[in-house]
């Protein structure tokens, strides 16, 4: 199992940024995926997550009407469009698929003017 993750850099607040998390070695479409973030000095939190076919989401409390995930199982890739940045938001954001227990090496995502 590999997960690559991609899209993350500096934004000032307000702004917008897609992640991407490309998937190879399992069959992508059969399983649940999500995103966790890590600042510094906390722990690792989920942020969202995304059924198989992608018919049902669910977002942690201080993301939700911001960030919207989404799938594209015929490109084995999961999204997180993130928008109106905080600076609350500055982490690094991983990829996480939860049946293998597999995580991607994180992309860094930092919110500042």
């Known amino acids: 199992v590999q997960l690559v993750e991609s899209g993350g850099g500096l934004v000032q607040p307000g702004g917008s940024l897609r992640l991407s998390c490309a998937a190879s070695?399992?069959?992508?479409?059969?399983?649940?995926m999500s995103w966790y973030r890590q600042a510094p000095g906390k722990e690792r939190e989920r942020v969202a997550y995304?059924?198989?076919?992608?018919?049902?989401?669910n977002y942690a409390d201080s993301v939700k009407g911001r960030f919207t995930i989404s799938r594209d199982n015929a490109k084995n890739t999961v999204y997180l469009q993130m928008n109106s940045l905080k600076v609350e938001d500055t982490a690094v954001y991983y990829c996480?698929?939860?049946?293998?227990?597999?995580w991607g090496q994180g992309t860094q995502v930092t919110v500042s003017s």
């Open positions: 996480y698929a939860p049946r293998y227990n597999s």
């Open positions: 070695g399992f069959t992508f479409s059969n399983f649940g």
């Open positions: 995304i059924t198989n076919v992608g018919g049902n989401t």
